[in-house]
């Protein structure tokens, strides 16, 4: 009789959980780039206090996988760390959605380098050589950096898996729109990753958004052309469009965002949600003062 | 009295050293798992308390607890057995009780042997595509768990296949004798002799549901979602999944809490599995055979 009782059992939890489907509560889909993700962690977590009626959902795997779950409808708000392009744009219209794009604060994307590395600045030029296809800079001595503990002063030159957005970005800024970058980069697979393998290579160099950084690595001061000013990578710096590798953060809905998904959206763009990215270390989309 | 000739103790000194060799061999395989469990126990230990199980992750996911993906992992495993085991089952039952050994039947051992070499995260994409996507479930427990379920069924079937082999062929013969139809055999004879077989499968199933992170990340598990799931159609946390995004991708993690969530999914599996075991103990204690 093990079978029939079996059956049974089966039966019985299988009809608990379908018939406990209907939901009181409204779930807000968030996926998409891990650059933005522990800001939207912190934004869906102190939302539970502002409206208990609503749960967000949120999930990383970068800003190519939250594009993808827009253009096939599975998500409410996808977050990217670049625009999207004009093909994903047609490719989500044929299929019905309509993508609204919102910026919802600014990152600086920073060089990282190990702390005993001596270089102190970084021109876009020297960035481009040493990412970039065919790009001659391969060594540290190149540019007459010695840096200790570091076999050989052979470059370990870490760099994103393809479909994130620093990714697209870092190349768009530094290589150029027709530029590849070089055979042979590390590519990791999370912002987090990158930092921490810089942390642990003396010869390394590696970029990722500011609020990735800790006391045990370098941030590198960016010039835009050699021998300009360099300057420091820092929210201020993001905020005033002076440092040369920030970004927009956007989060895309699915045509003009309605009824909860509206609220949230707003309450992200206001000085609460706002002081909120500040904080991760990400620059707001509008100057906050924050306590 | 007689004593050993040369030959003899030769090789019985040979058979000595094989078999001190062999068992130092075997005691490497504790190894590994003495170590994991006494690290877990060491560095994860002191993260473990009322609140770390029972709470909702807070500050960024560096502080508070993990019982939202505790839950979600117990229904993901729930709803994933809830398929593959009768799958699984009916069809070893099929396999090694029903089936003549032609083209047909050798095609499904091929198919069956081929699933079990798929990559998980080739599983992760075939179930956004057909249940996510194509059934229309979106990202839901019911997605993840049907995924995870098909990428378990092979454990399933070769564990009860096997189980249901080992029961010796003069059972179902004598049963046969006796005027009993083939089902009749099954259910009385065949199946109850090889219970504890089919639970060993369900316990590799549970652990290896319990611990995979890929076919869940697109299909249904959450970086961050404080609620507990209320239906198969609800998105949840995941207990794989949360160790993978807070040792990878949150800044700011204490060091503890990785090694504290590793060893209360352990723990957890050890659990679920502790009835399939404890039942298979009784069943072996009460063999008749």
Request: with cysteine.
């Amino acid at each position: 009789m093990i079978s029939k009782r079996l059956l049974l059992v089966g039966m019985t939890v299988g009809a608990v959980f379908l018939s406990a489907s209907v939901q009181a509560r409204v779930l807000i889909q968030n996926k998409g780039s891990d650059t933005l993700v522990n800001v939207a962690q912190a934004w869906a977590e102190a939302y539970q206090t502002i409206d208990p009626d609503v749960a967000v959902a949120v999930s990383g795997g970068g800003s190519g996988t939250g594009i993808a779950a827009l253009i096939n409808g599975t998500v409410d708000l996808a977050n990217t760390s670049r625009a999207m392009k004009q093909k994903e744009i047609d490719l989500a219209r044929s299929k019905g959605q309509n993508p609204v794009q919102h910026i919802v604060g600014y990152d600086a994307l920073v060089v990282y380098l190990h702390k005993d590395n001596p270089a102190e600045s970084l021109s876009i030029p020297q960035l481009a050589e040493i990412y970039g296809k065919y790009g001659e800079t391969e060594n540290w001595s190149q540019l007459n950096i010695e840096i200790p503990g570091c076999k050989g002063q052979e470059m370990v030159i870490v760099s994103r898996q393809n479909n994130s957005g620093s990714y697209v970005y870092f190349r768009q800024a530094v290589l150029g729109k027709m530029r590849d970058y070089k055979m042979g980069t590390r590519d990791m697979h999370g912002s987090k990753d990158v930092v921490e393998l810089v942390e642990n290579t003396p010869c390394a160099i590696g970029f990722s958004g500011l609020a990735y950084a800790t006391p045990e690595v370098k941030l590198a001061c960016i010039a835009m052309e050699d021998g300009a000013p360099c300057v420091m990578p820092s929210v201020e710096t993001a905020l005033d469009r002076s440092y040369p590798i920030a970004r927009p953060l956007f989060m895309y809905t699915n045509g003009e965002p309605t009824g909860k998904i509206q609220e949230y959206l707003n309450w992200i763009l206001s000085d609460e949600g706002q002081c909120i990215i500040r904080k991760k270390g990400y620059a707001p989309v509008q100057n906050v003062t924050c306590n | 009295m007689f004593a050993a000739s040369g030959l003899n103790s030769r090789n019985n000194r040979r058979q000595a050293l094989i078999r001190i060799l062999f068992m130092l061999m075997t005691g490497l395989l504790i190894l590994p798992v003495l170590i994991i469990l006494t690290t877990l126990l060491y560095k994860g230990g002191p993260a473990i308390s009322f609140e770390f199980l029972f709470g909702n992750p807070t500050n960024g996911m560096t502080e508070g607890g993990i019982f939202p993906a505790l839950v979600g992992t117990i229904w993901l495993v729930a709803v994933a057995l809830l398929f593959s085991v009768p799958l699984g089952v009916a069809a070893a039952i099929y396999l090694s009780e029903f089936a003549a050994e032609n083209w047909f039947t050798r095609a499904i051992n091929l198919a069956i042997i081929n699933l079990a070499g798929v990559p998980s995260i080739v599983h992760a994409l075939f179930g956004v595509g057909a249940f996510v996507l194509f059934m229309d479930f979106g990202t839901s427990i019911l997605a993840a768990s049907l995924t995870l379920a098909i990428m378990t069924l092979p454990v399933v079937i070769v564990a009860t296949r096997e189980s249901l082999q080992a029961v010796p062929y003069a059972f179902r013969e004598a049963c046969w004798n006796m005027g009993a139809t083939r089902w009749q055999t099954i259910r009385r004879v065949v199946l109850p002799n090889a219970v504890s077989g089919i639970l060993t499968g369900v316990i590799l199933e549970v652990s290896r549901t319990a611990g995979e992170t890929a076919p869940i990340m697109f299909t249904g598990a959450a970086f961050f979602l404080p609620f507990l799931p209320e239906s198969v159609f609800d998105q949840t946390m995941a207990m794989s999944l949360h160790l993978f995004v807070i040792s990878t991708q949150v800044p700011g993690v204490p060091d503890e809490l990785p090694f504290g969530v590793a060893l209360v999914l352990i723990a957890m599996v050890l659990i679920m599995n502790s009835f399939s075991i404890a039942l298979r103990i009784y069943l072996r204690v009460n063999k008749k055979w």
